[in-house]
Nanobody
Framework: QVQLVESGGGLVQPGGSLRLSCAASGLIFRFYTMGWYRQAPGKQRELVAFIISSGLTNYADSVKGRFTISRDNVKNTVLLQMNSLKPEDTAVYYC???????????WGQGTQVTVSE
């Protein structure tokens, strides 16, 4: 059974930092593209960043230069370091694991990030 468990969310002031972590189990982690998505109230879920097995990364324009995604293929974890946070970064953040060749796509339960004074 595949499980993706996020942690690290919380309340932070504008300009602050948070680091989200996603621990994966039940899958051959190194073969999966790992991503972070977010969904703000009343909005659609959107891609924040993803990282493929080789370490190549891609970011949404809104977070470039502020967020960094990384992975550890031994510990089966993916991290999202978020700096210079803005109120518009407030959302539930979801971890995603995708392997398109096998038609597999998995989601975590989400972790709340709130950026406010």
């Amino acid at each position: 059974q595949v499980q993706l468990v996020e942690s690290g969310g919380g309340l932070v002031q504008p300009g602050g930092s948070l680091r989200l972590s996603c621990a994966a189990s039940g899958l051959i982690f190194r073969f999966y593209t790992m991503g972070w998505y977010r969904q703000a109230p009343g909005k659609q879920r959107e891609l924040v960043a993803f990282i493929i097995s080789s370490g190549l990364t891609n970011y949404a324009d809104s977070v470039k230069g502020r967020f960094t995604i990384s992975r550890d293929n031994v510990k089966n974890t993916v991290l999202l370091q978020m700096n210079s946070l803005k109120p518009e970064d407030t959302a539930v953040y979801y971890c995603n694991a995708e392997q398109t060749a096998w038609g597999q796509n998995y989601w975590g339960q989400g972790t709340q990030v709130t950026v406010s004074e």
